[in-house]
């Protein structure tokens, strides 16, 4: 058998951090970098943010839509985010289609959201939590991003201690300053994590076949 027919397995990506710790942002660069990554659209009933587009950052839906489909078992994944006044969720068919096309799918959900993946897919989750270098930092990067009102700032820094809470329950830890070298660190664990033995699908004959051959060349 040759190693080109050994076919890596698709990772669920998923990265959360305190609101503003620059996720976003990252996930982007990753995408760009890397044809073989699908971002996973989340639906949410928060209002879109200015410059925010439908299909793209978010499926914008209603309340009533959002509760239709955690009815009809179309979410992966869903939480009430922040203070709880918005529904954040995963539509599951987009995720189960690119798994299967081969291809690594990112996640940009909350701890919650995290948990119930970790909990319906563990082998295939690699979970990634983003810090800001500084409290500070945090408040003024949610100013520069000038894209909430003063009162959602405040509230997203005061969820922001009750997030990092779950730090623990993360496999990696990025400390988000540096953009450039945060984007090489998230490449170097998507890089890592395909080279796991359960992640290479046909690694086993391969291996067989290797013996075989040293079997027969050198054993008799
Ligand atoms: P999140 O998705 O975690 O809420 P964003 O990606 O929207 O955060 O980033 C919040 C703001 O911080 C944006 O204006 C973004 O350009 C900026 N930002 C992200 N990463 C960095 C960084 N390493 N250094 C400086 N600014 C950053
Ligand atoms: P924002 O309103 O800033 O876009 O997102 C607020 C928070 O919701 C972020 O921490 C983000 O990771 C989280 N979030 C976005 N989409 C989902 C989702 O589909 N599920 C869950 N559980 N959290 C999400």
Redesign the pocket.
């Known amino acids: 058998m040759d190693k080109s027919e050994i076919k890596n397995r698709g990772i669920m990506l998923v990265i959360s951090?305190?609101?503003?710790?620059?996720?976003?942002?990252?996930?982007?660069l990753l995408m760009h970098q890397d044809d073989n990554i699908m971002l996973s659209i989340s639906a949410t009933t928060r209002p879109p943010r200015p410059g925010e587009v439908d299909g793209v950052d978010y499926f914008f839906i209603s309340l009533e839509e959002f509760r239709k489909k955690i009815d009809n078992g179309e979410m992966l994944e869903w939480a009430a985010v922040l203070n709880g006044s918005n529904l954040y969720g995963t539509p599951k068919t987009p995720v189960y289609e690119a798994l299967e096309a081969g291809k690594d799918v990112l996640f940009?959900i909350d701890w919650q959201g995290t948990q119930q993946l970790h909990a319906k897919a563990k082998d295939d989750v690699v979970k990634v939590f983003?810090l800001p270098?500084t409290a500070s930092?945090l408040e003024?990067?949610?100013h520069?991003?000038?894209?909430d009102s003063i009162e959602v700032i405040n509230a997203?820094m005061k969820s922001a201690s009750r997030e990092i809470e779950h730090w623990a329950e993360y496999d990696y830890i990025v400390i988000?300053?540096?953009?450039k070298e945060?984007e090489a660190k998230l490449k170097a664990i998507l890089y890592a994590e395909k080279q796991k033995r359960i992640r290479q699908q046909g690694m086993v004959e391969f291996v067989r076949d290797i013996q075989g051959e040293l079997r027969l060349k050198f054993e008799n």
């Open positions: 951090s305190p609101s503003g710790a620059g996720k976003s942002t990252l996930t982007k940009d983003v270098p930092a003024q990067r949610l520069s991003r000038a894209q997203r988000n300053d540096d953009l945060s």
